[in-house]
């Protein structure tokens, strides 16, 4: 059946396409021409993004193979390009906290790794500035302008401890990343207003940290400034660069830990283990608790301590020692527990250096070779060196100054006290005592606190 060839348009709903579907002719029809396509164009109002180059290679191939060209782009308009304002982009991580699915790794997530805040650095780049970009009108197939949209961006406003230097935006100051509405800041101290729990997760704090609510078993807190907490602290592992203030109690259960640079202070401790490179000070009691500090142990006049060890490079205070059950409590004075710890590590070295020189020796008188010479010379030289260390460690263990452990009511038997080098047994009751070490005599001596004398009234 004898057809001339002929066309479809198809123009998009936007206006911003045609395409075309070009059919041959059959049986000695006419030909497709490019004139056709062009009034074709014209009776559809198309006059603009006309590729002319396209319709004349799609009429020749349409006539020359004889096959229907399908969906062809014949005409494209100009999308408008939108204005994009000033505006600040931040990096993604202070948008998106991770999920159980970041920490899943096969199958193991550690949900207490889930945190419900975000922490930056000082001078850390938080994000950039976007220039105000200017828009771009656009023109449909049929000659049409599309002027540009404004496109919709937050606009957010740098607020406290936020700098913008050379387009980039950095955190002032180390602390919490905070996003509100429009405006975002860090702020320096992380406030938890309810408990430690699951809905926190595991604390990393770079600054100070306020606790409302208390904490709950299992969760570490990490800050590099002052951690208060105004509950009682079931304690896992807490460290702090600063003090550690709890204004009730610490529980440990045996395996707490609680080290701080700074001071420590709470109402009372029970079975945790605490360090402090500063004082500790305590108003209720201290009890099965292995307790140090580089400063004063204080428990006032009325704080009991019962079980454990209390060592202190200064002065130790406190109520009562020990119990009528006799649980073993010890009380060191002037006792530097850092050198004493390293000191027992080095210790530990040249004793197994020790043992290996014995072995490489013994190992010599059978088969002398050059390689257990040099074994020999080298383990010699650390045994030496440790030596020397152990010797200076010794040297800097006790506090050269006088320092006393004042017990102000009971002392129970059983009550060991250590003071430079020099023990002491508590065989008998006894009632508002003081310890001191005699250096003369190279012994801890128990005397009887002498009651406070008022000052003298000057003359009338």
């Given at each position: 059946?004898k057809?001339?060839?002929?066309a479809?348009?198809?123009?998009?709903?936007?206006?911003?396409?045609?395409?075309?579907?070009?059919?041959?002719?059959?049986?000695g029809?006419?030909?497709?021409t490019?004139e056709?396509?062009?009034?074709?164009?014209?009776?559809?109002?198309?006059?603009?993004?006309?590729?002319?180059?396209?319709?004349?290679?799609?009429v020749?191939?349409c006539?020359?193979?004889?096959?229907i060209?399908?969906?062809?782009?014949?005409?494209?308009?100009?999308?408008p390009?939108?204005?994009?304002?000033?505006?600040?982009?931040l990096?993604s991580?202070?948008?998106?906290?991770?999920?159980?699915?970041?920490l899943d790794?096969?199958?193991?997530a550690?949900?207490?790794?889930?945190?419900?805040?975000?922490?930056?650095q000082?001078?850390?780049?938080l994000?950039?500035?976007?220039?105000?970009k200017?828009?771009?009108?656009g023109i449909?197939?049929?000659?049409?302008?599309?002027?540009?949209?404004?496109?919709?961006?937050?606009?957010?406003?740098?607020?406290?401890?936020?700098a913008?230097?050379?387009?980039?935006?950095?955190?002032e100051?180390?602390?919490?990343f905070?996003?509100e509405?429009?405006?975002?800041?860090?702020?320096?101290?992380?406030?938890?207003?309810?408990?430690?729990?699951?809905?926190?997760?595991?604390?990393?704090?770079?600054?100070?940290?306020?606790?409302?609510?208390?904490?709950?078993?299992?969760?570490?807190i990490?800050?590099?400034g002052?951690?208060?907490?105004m509950?009682?602290?079931?304690?896992?592992e807490i460290?702090?660069?600063?003090?550690?203030?709890?204004?009730?109690g610490?529980?440990?259960?045996?395996?707490?830990?609680?080290?701080?640079?700074?001071?420590?202070?709470?109402?009372?401790?029970?079975?945790?283990?605490?360090?402090?490179?500063?004082?500790?000070?305590?108003?209720?009691?201290?009890f099965?608790?292995q307790?140090?500090?580089l400063?004063?142990?204080?428990?006032g006049?009325?704080?009991?301590?019962?079980?454990?060890?209390?060592?202190?490079?200064?002065?130790?205070r406190c109520g009562?020692?020990?119990?009528q059950?006799?649980?073993?409590?010890?009380?060191?004075?002037?006792?530097?527990?850092?050198?004493e710890?390293?000191l027992?590590?080095?210790?530990?070295?040249q004793?197994?250096?020790?043992?290996?020189?014995?072995?490489?020796?013994?190992?010599l008188r059978?088969?002398a070779?050059?390689?257990?010479?040099?074994?020999?010379?080298e383990?010699?030289?650390?045994?030496e060196?440790?030596?020397?260390?152990?010797?200076?460690?010794?040297?800097?263990?006790?506090?050269?100054?006088e320092?006393?452990?004042?017990?102000?009511?009971?002392?129970y038997?059983?009550?060991m006290?250590?003071?430079?080098?020099?023990s002491?047994l508590?065989?008998?009751?006894?009632?508002?005592?003081?310890?001191?070490?005699?250096r003369?005599?190279?012994?801890?001596r128990?005397?009887?606190?002498?009651?406070?004398?008022p000052?003298?009234q000057?003359?009338?």
């Amino acid at each position: 059946m004898k057809r001339d060839g002929y066309a479809e348009l198809h123009p998009s709903e936007d206006g911003l396409y045609l395409r075309c579907t070009f059919y041959p002719p059959m049986e000695g029809g006419q030909l497709l021409t490019v004139e056709y396509i062009e009034i074709l164009l014209q009776q559809a109002g198309i006059t603009s993004g006309i590729l002319w180059d396209v319709i004349s290679e799609t009429v020749l191939t349409c006539n020359t193979e004889g096959r229907i060209q399908k969906e062809v782009l014949i005409a494209q308009g100009e999308p408008p390009i939108e204005a994009v304002p000033e505006h600040i982009a931040l990096k993604s991580r202070l948008l998106h906290r991770k999920t159980a699915d970041d920490l899943d790794k096969g199958g193991r997530a550690d949900y207490k790794e889930l945190r419900s805040y975000i922490t930056v650095q000082k001078d850390e780049p938080l994000g950039k500035v976007i220039p105000e970009k200017e828009g771009k009108a656009g023109i449909t197939i049929y000659g049409k302008p599309l002027p540009p949209a404004k496109k919709q961006i937050k606009v957010l406003k740098p607020g406290k401890n936020i700098a913008i230097r050379d387009g980039i935006v950095y955190a002032e100051h180390d602390g919490l990343f905070v996003l509100e509405g429009d405006t975002f800041r860090v702020e320096e101290v992380l406030e938890i207003k309810g408990d430690v729990d699951y809905s926190v997760g595991h604390i990393e704090f770079p600054g100070d940290v306020l606790i409302h609510g208390e904490i709950h078993d299992g969760f570490n807190i990490s800050a590099t400034g002052t951690i208060t907490c105004m509950s009682t602290v079931d304690a896992s592992e807490i460290f702090t660069k600063k003090d550690f203030i709890a204004k009730q109690g610490i529980i440990g259960r045996g395996k707490g830990i609680v080290r701080a640079a700074g001071s420590i202070t709470a109402k009372f401790i029970e079975n945790c283990t605490v360090e402090s490179l500063g004082n500790i000070t305590l108003q209720g009691g201290l009890f099965h608790c292995q307790t140090a500090a580089l400063g004063d142990i204080d428990l006032g006049d009325k704080g009991r301590v019962v079980g454990g060890s209390m060592r202190a490079y200064r002065n130790i205070r406190c109520g009562s020692a020990g119990n009528q059950a006799q649980a073993p409590t010890s009380l060191y004075g002037g006792i530097n527990f850092v050198v004493e710890r390293r000191l027992r590590f080095v210790e530990e070295k040249q004793l197994s250096a020790t043992k290996s020189l014995q072995e490489v020796e013994k190992n010599l008188r059978h088969k002398a070779t050059e390689k257990l010479f040099q074994l020999r010379e080298e383990l010699k030289q650390s045994v030496e060196k440790l030596q020397k260390l152990t010797s200076e460690l010794l040297a800097s263990l006790y506090n050269p100054e006088e320092v006393t452990i004042t017990v102000y009511g009971k002392v129970y038997p059983g009550v060991m006290v250590f003071m430079g080098g020099a023990s002491f047994l508590v065989e008998q009751e006894a009632t508002g005592v003081v310890f001191r070490f005699d250096r003369a005599a190279s012994k801890v001596r128990m005397e009887p606190l002498q009651p406070k004398t008022p000052p003298k009234q000057p003359p009338k």
